[in-house]
């Protein structure tokens, strides 16, 4: 048989870079390589798998759900889709939810209400909404979102980008009132930037861009895909500052890691923008995802699991921050929503990232040469201690290489 890997290379496009190991078996925290070689998942598929791989209970509801009713589009009701609605709005306090698929889709769904919201009840001049967002964002991979990205190689070769994006400094809640017009519809923002290398706001800057949106008439959208669901040690992450937005995106754990689901959650006055016709998708809210998501949302509550990753976050955090390598500039997060900045001097990210997964531990590194950890919620404290001491492994060889009187001078 020909290796899978080489007909990923021969026969995929090349917008991924994978690194060197092909997974056949998952269970929980751990995944299991062709040669059976077992890792521990200190990524989470990008907090995609908050639950562990292959959840028992998810993959019930999963497979009992796609042998009654698979997917009908939206043209008929489902006798699924209302109690996963229904179950999202009572968790978020959010008046409506509209479901989709994929992160980016929701975070379209959530600038195409903001922008109907401008028009329709702002009473912005038609064509002129201004959406604003954060230096350093990441909000998906559609034409549109990737028009708010600062990252060059996410936007290079992909314009023109639709008019009206406008970005501000993250943190920074002065610049974001100095940028708002009489157009500005919403202000779109991650509560704890993700992609961009875990970056925690300064304390009190949501409890300022709540204040400074609803004085301008500004919808305030938190963009939780990554964030929300549990992550930081809250349901949702802009919860540690008390706020209430007029929306947000849940995607990524909320299919459990088993199947795209996500949604845009708002209130009625912004939900009530769309009527039949105006916006939709063929998988958005079918009977599988829609079981799944239940599930999964159900599991995280009877579970306790948000609790478990505040506590096992406060764990992870504390052990990392006892370490005392020079190789490591800083560690940033919350809950169990980490990144470890490394040294440039010391080393590329991308190198600790490596030298990890040769000891058994998989992660992923992230802008801001930062090593990025999104474990599943249901690890144990001892795999915490296996990671950490792993890192801390990896981290000395590192530092005593870097010291080392290079043979080749
Ligand atoms: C991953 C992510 C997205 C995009 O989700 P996809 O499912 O990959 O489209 C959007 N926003 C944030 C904050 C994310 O982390």
């Known amino acids: 048989m020909t290796n899978a890997v080489d007909l990923e290379k021969r026969f995929g496009a090349a917008n991924y870079a994978p ?8 269970e929980g925290v751990h995944l299991w390589d062709d040669k059976g070689r077992r890792y521990l998942d200190m990524l989470g598929a990008y907090s995609a798998v908050s639950f562990g791989h292959c959840h028992p209970r998810l993959v019930r509801a999963l497979t009992e759900q796609a042998g009654r009713l698979d997917i009908l589009s939206r043209v008929y009701s489902n006798d699924r889709l209302g109690p996963f609605l229904a179950r999202a709005c009572e968790l978020t306090g959010m008046d409506r939810a509209l479901p989709m698929n994929t992160g980016a889709e929701a975070v379209e769904t959530a600038l195409k209400a903001a922008r109907k919201w401008a028009y329709t009840v702002k009473g912005v001049a038609h064509d002129r909404a201004e959406i604003i967002a954060a230096e350093g964002n990441f909000h998906g991979r559609t034409i549109a979102v990737t028009g708010l990205s600062t990252v060059a190689q996410y936007r290079d ?27 500005t519809a919403c202000f779109l923002v ?8 875990i970056v925690v706001p300064p304390q009190g800057y949501f409890t300022d861009v709540e204040r400074i949106c609803r004085a301008h008439d500004v919808l305030l959208i938190c963009d939780e895909i990554q964030t929300g669901l549990g992550r930081t040690g809250k349901l949702l992450a802009y919860q540690h500052e008390g706020i209430t937005p007029d929306g947000v995106t849940l995607g990524k754990a909320l299919g459990g890691g088993l199947f795209p689901v996500s949604m845009f959650l708002a209130t009625d ?72 900045e490394i040294h440039e001097r010391a080393a590329s990210a991308l190198d600790v990232v490596e030298a990890l997964m ?45 010291l080392a009187p290079s043979a080749s001078h």
């Open 269 to 340: 006055e912004v939900m009530g923008v769309f009527n039949p016709g105006d916006h939709g998708s063929t998988y958005g809210g079918n009977p599988i995802a829609a079981a799944v998501g239940l599930a999964a949302l159900d599991l995280l509550v009877e579970d306790r699991l948000v609790e478990r990753a505040a506590d096992l976050g406060d764990y992870l955090l504390a052990r990392l921050n006892a370490l005392d390598s020079p190789a490591i500039a800083e560690v940033r997060g919350r809950g169990l929503f980490v990144g470890i």
């Open 358 to 402: 040769g000891a058994g531990v998989l992660t992923k590194e992230t802008h801001r040469n930062t090593v990025r950890l999104a474990p599943p919620f249901v690890i144990e404290k001892a795999e915490i201690d296996e990671a950490v001491d792993c890192l801390a492994e990896v981290l000395d060889d590192i530092t005593a290489e870097a």
């Open 157 to 183: 070769g992909f314009g023109p980008f639709p008019p009206g994006l406008v970005l501000v400094p993250f943190g920074d809640a002065a610049a974001l009132e100095a940028a708002i017009t009489p157009n």
């Open 19 to 26: 690194l060197p190991v092909t997974i056949v078996r998952g």
């Open 190 to 197: 991650e509560p704890i930037q993700g992609e961009g290398g």
